[in-house]
T-cell receptor, first 114, second 113 residues
């Protein structure tokens, strides 16, 4: 069975500082991995996805994530935080062998201080 | 391009009343459709998914049901709402059969009072 664990329900950084949001996954088959962002009272928007091509994935808004199979991790980073990055971020996993259900982590709320 | 519409945006309903939330997708055919519920601090819980008209799979036993009367229409219902049904409900779609990412509607904030 697949699962996702996001370490830290809340992360606070200063504007201009590095953003690091942690995600570890469990999957018995090769996974697809995703990061989504959610702004208040809105749906989820895809930031980036890993689908077994390059292990370093670049997404929108300057975010990127690295797939590390040995660590079963898919951490999200951004070199320099902006106030507009304040939102909730979800890591998610789905099977790439014909499955299509996506399992989401509990989410990490990112706060950006001026 | 594909779009997904979900309504209403907010809803306040008394305990014991019925519920009907609608979701429609445009610009694609035969999508996989999903209903998620989001409770504070709990992430997204998959409630139902559908791979075709009339085909509904339930992920958790509960007070809710789903139907897919048309290819691009997905409805979430309840005959009698409970207080615990309050939450943020999200409809989503992905391509069929081997969808990768899901595309989400704007959500419905349901408050049961």
């Amino acid at each position: 069975a697949q699962s996702v664990t996001q370490l830290g329900s809340h992360v606070s950084v200063s504007e201009g500082a590095l953003v690091l949001l942690r995600c570890n996954y469990s999957s018995s088959v090769p996974p697809y991995l995703f990061w989504y962002v959610q702004y208040p009272n809105q749906g989820l928007q895809l930031l980036l996805k890993y689908t077994s091509a390059a292990t370093l994935v670049k997404g929108i808004n300057g975010f990127e994530a690295e797939f590390k199979k040995s660590e079963t991790s898919f951490h999200l980073t951004k070199p320099s935080a902006h106030m507009s990055d304040a939102a909730e971020y979800f890591c998610a996993v789905s099977e790439n062998t014909g499955g299509f259900k996506t399992i989401f982590g509990a989410g990490t709320r990112l706060f950006v201080k001026a | 391009s594909q779009t997904i519409h979900q309504w209403p945006a907010t809803l306040v309903q008394p305990v014991g009343s019925p519920l009907s939330l609608e979701c429609t997708v445009e610009g694609t055919s035969n999508p996989n459709l999903y209903w998620y519920r989001q409770a504070a601090g709990r992430g997204l819980q998959l409630l139902f998914y559908s791979v075709g008209i009339g085909q509904i799979s339930s992920e958790v036993p509960q007070n809710l049901s789903a139907s897919r009367p048309q290819d691009r229409q997905f409805i979430l219902s309840s005959k009698k709402l409970l207080l615990s049904d309050s939450g943020f409900y999200l409809c989503a779609w992905s391509t069929h059969p081997r969808g990768t990412e899901a595309f989400f509607g704007q959500g419905t904030r349901l408050t049961v009072v």
